[in-house]
């Protein structure tokens, strides 16, 4: 399984924070957010956008990155703060 | 609970609070036992009254606990391999915040200023690039997220 | 007599004293009724406990009353033209200082933190070459006037 | 009359802070620095260091800066403040 967590804005239009998924035939990142695009019409337009970060146990990774079972996986939008 | 965590390394400190903090604490705590460094360079950020022409009344921060601290110690680490500093500390507040409170802290001593200037800045753009906080702003118009500014992104790049 | 002069314009303080200073005060005074600044950034310089391999045990501060004032004057409007800043004060000790102890402080507010970054080492860089003070140190070798610092020119010289 | 000031390292030297002098044939800081570097062997030898630095009023300047009377000129050390 993979622990995938949302934040801030994301976090708000998906009204989910976390979630468990199984990883099989989730091979990176981008596999992932395909799966997940796929769940309804909302879903499918919050990972449309283009601006989207992800990280993969907490250090920033582009859609490429590879992810496995275990894996914490986060989306969420540019950061704001300081 | 105010203090979300704290990282402490070899001079470096990072703390995630809710707390307010204070400037003169986390400076003599910086200058303590540490006659070696001359320069002592200090930023702070506090909530403003206005952004992009409207009428601020509070700030709600949110932040990715584990990462957020990962982040800042990556880019501490960058700053002490660029710079010849001494001690670090940074503070980032998260929850509510109004205006005129503390949200973030960076400080930085150096035997010579120019690295304490320098690093401290570095600090600051990569935080504000990299560190996994997100800024929901309570004004004239509602609440909403804060966009991330390109601006941001290009000051970064430069270093 | 503690304070030797207290030079004060809109939003700009100078002071060049005897007495030691407070960093939170400072601070205070700087973001008090402040809400439009959100970064603020200071510099301390301390008396370091050594100096190009000498142990220092003192230094003491001959400046010249009159010019010093009209000097950090200058250089604060200069910084004034060239960023967005709010509020500057610039603090410099005169007399004699011990290890540990604070020389000079700059404190500047501003609405985005770049302004106050760069206008605060700005104003460091050429208080270092132009505002007229001396430093006489006391180490293991006597007491020797300090000599300028080509570097220090340099810095001053790439703005 | 002219008053002029000497600070730091070069007011040891001279031992002298202040003293008053004739502005008569002074036209420039030039002038009054030949002027003091004739008064004896250590005052030329002070003034024959080109790092010299000089002010009028409070403001620095080359040594071309005319001088007149009830002026206050100084002569000082590169400064080492900060």
């Given amino acids: ?82 | 609970m105010t203090k979300v965590s704290n990282t402490a390394a070899a001079n470096t400190e990072i703390s995630i609070q809710t707390a307010d903090f204070s400037l003169a604490d986390e400076v003599a705590l910086l200058e303590r036992d540490n006659a070696i460094d001359g320069a002592v360079v200090t930023f702070t950020g506090r909530v403003r009254n206005q952004n992009e022409g409207k009428a601020v009344t509070s700030l709600t921060l949110e932040h990715y606990p584990g990462m957020t601290e990962k982040s800042l110690a990556k880019i501490i680490a960058q700053a002490k391999e660029r710079w010849r500093i001494g001690r670090v500390k940074v503070i980032h507040r998260v929850g509510e915040l109004f205006i005129g409170d503390q949200i973030v802290f960076v400080g930085v001593t150096s035997k010579h200023r120019q690295d304490a200037f320098a690093a401290n800045e570095f600090i600051m753009d990569y935080l504000k690039v990299q560190a996994p906080f997100w800024k929901k702003e309570a004004s004239t118009d509602g609440a909403n997220w804060l966009d991330a500014k390109t601006t941001d992104e290009n000051k970064a790049a430069k270093w």
Same sequence: chains 1, 4.
């Fill in chain 1, 1 to 82: 399984m993979i622990k995938v967590v949302f934040f801030a804005a994301l976090r708000e239009q998906l009204n989910c924070s976390e979630l468990s998924i199984n990883s099989d035939n989730l091979a990176t990142v981008a596999d992932l957010k395909n799966h997940l695009a796929s769940k309804d019409e909302n879903w499918q337009q919050v990972f449309a956008n283009s601006a989207l970060l992800s990280a993969v146990n907490h250090d920033m990774v582009s859609s490429e990155q590879a992810i496995k079972a275990g894996d914490e996986v986060a989306f969420f939008p540019p950061v704001t703060g300081g």
